[in-house]
């Protein structure tokens, strides 16, 4: 039976053929996927690889665990199922204050409400780029941790 693995801290420009390579040695990879960003095609950073055998993928998890490879210390483990999350769940992302955005500094309502719609664009923008992380990882069935759904 078939055994899918995290591998986690890959160099950025290690690409889905370059991952498939690496397990080949292990036995047949049935899927190598590095998890990329929507916007940008850029890597996470991380991706999974499915063997067709459960023992090869428990020897190359043996092998490969902890080693350095182009010159990052490899994370691999076998793949977990994805946590279900909770309706409206945005992760680990805050609410209100952000770097740029103090959240509630106090004032009165109206002077917050005055102004919405001037600064609705600006705030929309920055809900959905912290929304993105979440949503790509909801997408892909995959999240910070490597977890799959």
Avoid: T, W
């Avoid at 691999?76 to 103090?102: I, K, L, T, W």
Wanted: proline content about 2%; overall charge negative.
């Amino acid at each position: 039976m078939s055994k899918k693995l995290y591998v986690g801290n890959l160099l950025y420009e290690v690409d889905d053929n370059a991952l498939r390579d690496l397990f080949s040695q292990f036995g047949n990879v049935v899927s190598a996927q590095v998890i990329r960003y929507r916007d940008s095609g850029r890597s996470k950073g991380f991706g999974f690889v499915e063997l067709e055998n459960g023992e090869d993928a428990d020897k190359a998890i043996e092998a490969l665990n902890g080693q350095d490879h182009q010159g990052r210390r490899l994370v691999v483990s076998e793949a977990r199922p994805m946590e279900p999350r909770q309706p409206g769940d945005r992760g680990n992302f805050r609410r209100g204050g952000d770097r740029f955005n103090g959240g509630n500094r106090g004032g009165d309502s109206r002077d917050r409400n005055h102004n919405h719609d001037h600064n609705h664009d600006h705030n929309h923008d920055r809900d959905q780029a912290n929304d993105f992380g979440n949503d790509m990882n909801s997408d892909m069935g995959v999240d910070d941790m490597g977890d799959i759904g």
